[in-house]
């Protein structure tokens, strides 16, 4: 019977235990009324919350109707919420699916937690579960799609993926539940899987539905496997360094598979199946070649990979018109003391490079603080030889992403200060200063 099978599954997947309080998803639709009826000849404690999208006009109050009186029958909480699900998709520029899976998800769990629920259950079935494996092995999702709908994630359950659509109308034998129009068309990819390929597979494998819900079961357990291998290459080959993170060039062309583990190392920095062949190139590429994910740069810097997050590049130029000020940029803040007398002693915090001691003779305001630019030059202190900033960087040994990230500081159209690098020779103290400026860089 299936109520046998609905209670030995919720315990062999350790979903709940019987004195826990489960809050049941509940469209009208039959998959939900049969969970419902489970959930009471199983002698459960549960609630029922429904969502009206308002997309289906006097079908919509219908089926709200409809839930509400199945609670009543039932005996148990109730719970509903209209959406204007249209509105909200345009306001978020996203498709009616994905608004409606947002507001619907966002709500439950807002209900699960004000009523004191443990859990939130839907009445996904296997067909659900088939369907979603196969729209996940055609999106290329990688093995981690490959084991569909999990029966629990979080406070999400769902208890009804061991059975099949037939057996839940089966299992409600006559008992009455509405049906959604729009699950009649095929313009949702879903629906277009549910109504044309599965049944052509069907045409050729009778059984696919059932055997490919048992290779789900398996491919759960291989990804356990596979996850495990992928935590030890991922932690013998990821680095972090401060705000990012970097792969050793040679470590990775040494690892087998290959393209799998780099699929997993950089899947996480928005890296998709696609660009993963572009990012292997890179292990060829000379310094400064990249890959631009939606979320990250990952950068060939000589003997490395770097995987940095996209930031908002300042590009601004800062104006201080006089000392006793300060500039904020969004990569740091530039403060200027005002002038004070120099008696040959210099200050204690003048070691620390991210603080300048200049000759205020030689300053004439106002200063601009800005990004370095290609062709930009200066007199490196203690050298009478003016040197580019780009030579400069290169002996230096910065990478490309700190080069990025460097700011200078201008007199009168002379660079006076690489922030937090070097200063200019020109405007260094000597026996001759009388007063002097402290430039000080915080970054952040």
């Not at 599954?9 to 235990?17: I, R, S």
């Not at 249209?86 to 699916?97: G, N």
């Not at 062949?277 to 890959?291: I, Y």
């Not at 200078?408 to 400026?437: C, H, P, Q, Y």
Request: some cysteine.
């Amino acid at each position: 019977m299936l109520i046998t099978q609905f209670r030995s599954y919720v315990q062999q997947e350790n979903l709940f235990n019987p004195s826990q309080t489960v809050l049941l998803a509940v469209s009208g639709g039959a998959d939900s009324v049969a969970m419902a009826y489970l959930f009471k000849a199983a002698g459960l404690r549960f609630g029922m919350a429904h969502c009206n999208f308002q997309l289906r006009g006097e079908e919509s109050l219908r089926d709200a109707h409809f839930v509400e009186a199945l609670s009543l029958q039932l005996d148990v909480p109730f719970f509903s919420i209209e959406f204007e699900t249209l509105s909200y998709a345009e306001r978020h520029k996203i498709s009616i699916q994905v608004a409606a899976r947002q507001l619907r998800y966002d709500w439950l769990e807002q209900v699960r937690a004000q009523e004191a629920y443990d859990y939130i259950a839907t009445a996904h079935h296997l067909q659900d579960n088939v369907e979603t494996l196969l729209m996940n092995l055609s999106k290329g999702t990688g093995i981690a799609g490959l084991h569909g709908i999990l029966p629990r994630q979080g406070k999400l359950v769902r208890p009804l993926l061991f059975t099949d659509k037939a057996s839940l109308l089966t299992y409600l034998d006559g008992r009455p539940f509405v049906e959604d129009s729009s699950n009649l068309t095929d313009k949702y990819t879903r629906n277009h899987f549910r109504q044309h390929v599965i049944p052509a597979i069907q045409e050729v494998f009778p059984q696919a539905v059932t055997n490919m819900g048992q290779s789900i079961r398996h491919f759960r357990e291989a990804e356990q496997l596979y996850q495990q291998a992928i935590a030890w290459h991922r932690k013998k080959l990821l680095v972090q360094v401060g705000p990012h993170f970097q792969v050793s060039v040679l470590k990775l062309q040494k690892a087998v598979p290959l393209h799998t583990i780099a699929f997993e190392l950089f899947a996480p920095f928005g890296c998709t199946p696609a660009q993963t062949t572009h990012v292997l190139q890179l292990l060829q590429a000379e310094s400064g070649h990249f890959v631009d994910t939606p979320t990250h740069r990952i950068l060939r810097n000589r003997a490395w990979l770097l995987i940095l997050p996209h930031t908002a590049t300042d590009n601004n130029i800062y104006v201080i018109d006089h000392a006793g000020t300060k500039a904020a940029t969004a990569d740091g803040t530039l403060h200027v003391s005002p002038a004070t007398p120099y008696h040959g002693k210099l200050p204690t915090d003048a070691q620390n490079p991210l603080v300048a001691c200049l000759d205020a003779s030689q300053l004439k305001f106002p200063l601009l603080l800005r990004k370095w630019k290609t062709g930009d030059y200066f007199y490196p202190l203690g050298m009478t030889k003016k040197k580019k900033l780009s030579r400069f960087f290169i002996d230096q040994k910065l990478s490309l992403a700190r080069k990025e990230q460097v700011w200078v500081v201008e007199s009168n159209k002379r660079i006076v200060w690489i922030a937090g690098l070097r200063i200019d020779n020109r405007f260094k103290l000597t026996d001759s200063t009388r007063d002097m400026v402290e430039l000080k860089w915080v970054a952040g």
